[in-house]
């Protein structure tokens, strides 16, 4: 397990366990190699690893909850653009509290920004998160076909109604606060206990924010066999943290989305005014 502290070597402070380099002086610790502590993950204090996971996941609920107890009319006469400007409010406030957590953190960054690999990896492992689902999705339908679950169809909605705004959030603020709030947040504090315990649990919560668990029916089996293609995308994602860090995890999150948001826009334009 990786809790507790150790003593730098240099100035003799204490240090968290998985620290590289002592903060005060700056001094690398020489047997950090063969501590087996991953190198890429971006490891912070455990309470902040604890309160970036509950920033994300009571905030996104919380919002959507007080919103739904008092603005439920609005939601009648204008849904889609509800749901647009209470995801938009959900995922801003997070991406605030989370900042704030950070504040004293940002020095270390750019030893996870600077280099231009993971960027490019980060693309590749995009490309092959949409092959992978893609792959899931048409195995399933042989078997019995699906429509796309209830979060990808407000999704499909609001992307057609506003797709500028749906490039910002979809494209890139959503898939930002879902990296530091699962995997710099969940992944990394359950790394420090076990990698296998923090892959099984950061994949099954990735995979349970986009279930509806009040779908019956014909609906329900609808959402349980979508829900292995978001669990396809955590693993993904968790792996592309773990082995390449967080630049190369957001990519290949961005560009997911990304794709998905422009490809949704450009059959509404074709079928809006080239098909008609």
Known sequence: MLFGKKNCTQ???????????CPACKHRDENFENLGIPKNILWLPTWKQLLIFAIGLIVLNLVSLIAELFFSPFMEVHPVLYVTVVNLTRYLLCAAGIACVLIDDYHKFPK????????????????GLLAATYFYNSIVNIFHPTTPNENQSIIDQVIGSFPITSIFLLGFLGPIVEEFTYRVGLYSFFRRINKYVAYALTIVIFGLIHFNFFAKGEDMINELLNLPSYMISGFLLTLAYEKFGLACATTAHVFNNLYGVVMTILMKFVSQYVGG
Do not use: N
């Not at 100035?11 to 380099?21: H, K, L, N, P, R």
């Not at 920004?113 to 980060?122: F, M, N, Q, S, T």
């Open 112 to 127: 996870f920004l600077k280099k231009w690999y993971p960027w490019v990896i980060g693309i590749g492992i995009g490309v």
């Open 11 to 21: 100035c003799g402070s204490q240090i968290d366990v998985v620290e590289e380099t």
